[in-house]
């Protein structure tokens, strides 16, 4: 094995933890960071060898790989079939490949990506690389390619976002558990008391699979929306697993994942589900 060779595959994983929380997508995530590695790769030794930091080094080109990216990306999900969820993730227990693992904890919880997807490529960035990842404004100012002073305020900005969308809390098992026992049931008064007056449901097939293309809202609509789907789908089965971290539920037919669901609370009441139907952003689950 060449000199540094190990040191440098060991950025992999926190290469991959970064690109995730900017794409919100694990399969893209996984793009950029070969993209970066093949960069890498196309030096020479020498221009290798004059890198002093090469963590450092990987870390400003997959972000700013990134930051192409959310640019490209706004333009694409204008055209994208419905609405555009983020990637859903297993328990990282159920990811083979531990450099593919991605930490979960509250800067990957659905809620907060979804609060992600609102912010500029700029805000998202430095705000990922300094409150998530800790490098300070000067090093954030050197990969987004602004002053320090300016992506203090582009953090400050994507706070502000953070503060003002009233994230939703983490959802307990029990509350998630009782979700799937009305649902499977079709019990239409149980799920409305399960849920906010004024929850929010989400899905996401991509046009690759059928899914509602715009938000439900209210109890009343999203209640009679699973019954629905659980008389349309009577061979689909529940599972309750861990979903960015956080308690959801996987829908299973003929063994394979066919919709992974996030949820967000307040106040014990479910206040937004999203749905991920899209085939191609359930390939991490078809392992577990």
């Not at 349309?232 to 308690?247: A, H, I, K, S, W």
């Not at 003929?254 to 749905?275: E, K, L, P, Q, S």
Request: hydrophobic share 45%; with cysteine; charged share 25%.
């Amino acid at each position: 094995m060449e000199p540094g060779l190990s040191a440098i595959m060991s950025e992999r994983r926190r290469l991959i933890n970064l690109a995730y929380r900017l794409l919100g997508s694990l399969a893209d995530a996984e793009d950029v960071v070969q993209e970066t590695y093949a960069r890498w790769y196309a030096m020479s030794r020498q221009q290798q060898d004059a890198i002093e930091a090469p963590g450092a080094w990987l870390t400003t080109v997959a972000s700013r790989i990134c930051l192409d990216q959310l640019g490209s990306a706004r333009a694409r999900r204008e055209r994208y079939v419905g609405e555009w969820i983020p990637e859903p993730l297993p328990d990282r227990a159920e990811t083979a490949d531990p450099a593919d693992r991605v930490t979960l904890d509250e800067s990957v919880n659905m809620a907060f990506l979804v609060v992600l997807e609102a912010m500029t490529p700029a805000e998202r960035v430095a705000f990922i690389l300094h409150d998530v990842f800790r490098y300070p404004f000067p090093e954030v100012a050197q990969i987004v390619g602004r002053s320090p002073a300016a992506c203090r305020q582009l953090a400050t900005s994507a706070r502000r976002r953070l503060r003002e969308s009233q994230a939703p809390a983490t959802p307990r098992a029990d509350l998630v558990r009782d979700f799937k026992r009305a649902w499977e049931a079709k019990d239409i008064d149980a799920l409305i008391g399960l849920l906010d007056p004024a929850v929010t449901a989400v899905g996401d097939g991509g046009g690759r699979a059928t899914a509602v293309l715009r938000p439900v809202d209210g109890a009343e609509q999203v209640a009679y929306l699973f019954a629905e789907l659980a008389d349309r789908r009577p061979d689909v089965v529940l599972f309750e697993r861990t979903v960015n971290g956080q308690p959801g539920l996987v829908a299973e037919h003929a063994g394979g994942v066919v919709m992974v669901m996030a949820f967000g609370v307040t106040d014990d009441r479910i206040t937004h589900i999203w749905a991920v139907l899209n085939p191609e952003k359930l390939r991490p689950w078809l392992a577990g």
